[in-house]
């Protein structure tokens, strides 16, 4: 029977992060991972979407004046409050092919750091979007559960999860936060340095996309060995005669361009560390620390980690899931996770 039942159970887990958006539909897993990216044409002041997700990214940065491409979510929080809605719509109807018989329950993760206000307008958003209740869990709880640690135990798990708005430093225990940091640094902002970094040095100006581009084909948080590492062609616009052109870029000059926002990751952790309890530290020292979210992919983080605070730093299996299916289990063991859903107002 709860196979059945679970045929038409809607209910869903949804990560709305700045970057990427998935939807975790209970008893079937994540189902839907797509860019937070919504495309508009706009005529006569009238805005009609044009596109969501994958389609939508196509257009960044590359659209006419009649189309505006947005991301609604910036640092992990709603920005552009219609837009949002259109968007959680959108990839909630993608997901329920049939027309649905029930309002689903939906539950969310929110930054740690957000403020009511933030939280209010995730709320709203989900729930005109259709959803019967809104549920909030804190994003470092998601992805503790996510990443598979036994955050119930009385025993300190540290997570941090570096998503593209914001990076979460948390020390878990007994299913709670003891100590949470959000800083407004991750893939973006990695992003944002590649292109000042090139601008500054080379007198090239490229777009968001290549920048991206070449942080997730080259990107690494440390020096290479050799001084020099791999290299790839990237093209943009020349600053000094205005044409398009050419270069090479190798990957000490990415990993020189990152070393501002890696440091700033470093120090989180850090911070975090020191306003650790004890008993709790202790714990971190024998579990070591757990990365998840998409900038744990960058290139040897992890060791970078490990050199500023000589813990032992440990990749997520699945870092770019992990907020998401976290979320998920929240939504699958609700009885045992009450606590850190949030469902009032």
């Known amino acids: 029977m709860a196979g059945f039942a679970s045929l ?163 020390v878990l225990s007994l ?14 902002r990695m992003d944002e340095a590649i292109v000042s970094y090139l601008r500054r040095q080379h007198n090239l100006l490229i777009g968001e996309s290549t920048a991206e581009r070449i942080k997730t084909s080259i990107g690494t948080a440390r020096m290479p060995d050799d001084g020099r590492g791999q290299s790839m062609q990237i093209r943009g616009r020349d600053l000094l005669n205005g044409v398009p052109k050419e270069t090479e870029i190798s990957q000490a ?26 008993d709790l530290a202790a714990d971190i020292v024998d579990r070591g620390v757990m990365l998840t979210g998409g900038g744990a992919l960058l290139g040897q983080l992890d060791l970078a980690l490990r050199e500023q605070t000589g813990l032992a730093i440990s990749v997520a299996d699945e870092s770019l899931n992990c907020v998401a299916l976290g979320t998920g289990k929240a939504l699958e063991y609700e009885k045992q996770l009450r606590h850190v859903i949030d469902y009032d107002s």
């Open 8 to 170: 038409f159970s809607s209910d869903m887990a949804i990560d709305l992060g700045t970057a990427n958006t998935l939807v975790y539909v209970k008893g079937r897993g994540v189902i839907l991972s797509e860019p937070s990216v919504v495309a508009y044409h706009v005529k006569d002041g009238v805005k009609k979407v044009l596109a969501v997700g994958e389609d939508a990214k196509l257009m960044l940065g590359r659209t006419p004046g009649s189309i505006e491409a947005i991301r609604p979510m910036r640092e992990g929080v709603i920005a552009d409050f219609d837009t949002a809605e259109e968007m959680i719509k959108h990839f909630i109807r993608k997901v329920h092919k049939r027309s649905t018989f029930s309002k689903p329950k939906i539950i969310v993760c929110v930054p740690h750091g957000a403020t009511p206000v933030e939280k209010r307008a995730i709320r709203q958003s989900v729930l005109s979007a259709g959803a019967r209740r809104a549920g909030l869990i804190a994003e470092p709880i998601a992805a503790a559960i996510g990443s598979g640690m036994p955050i119930t135990d009385p025993t300190g798990n540290m997570v941090v999860d570096i998503g593209g708005g914001t990076t979460e430093v948390a």
């Open 175 to 188: 299913g709670d936060i003891v100590y949470a940091r959000s800083v407004r640094v991750g893939g973006d």
């Open 253 to 278: 000059q990415v990993a020189e361009a990152l070393a501002e926002p890696v440091q700033q990751i470093c120090e989180a952790v850090m911070t975090a560390l020191e306003a650790t309890p004890p």
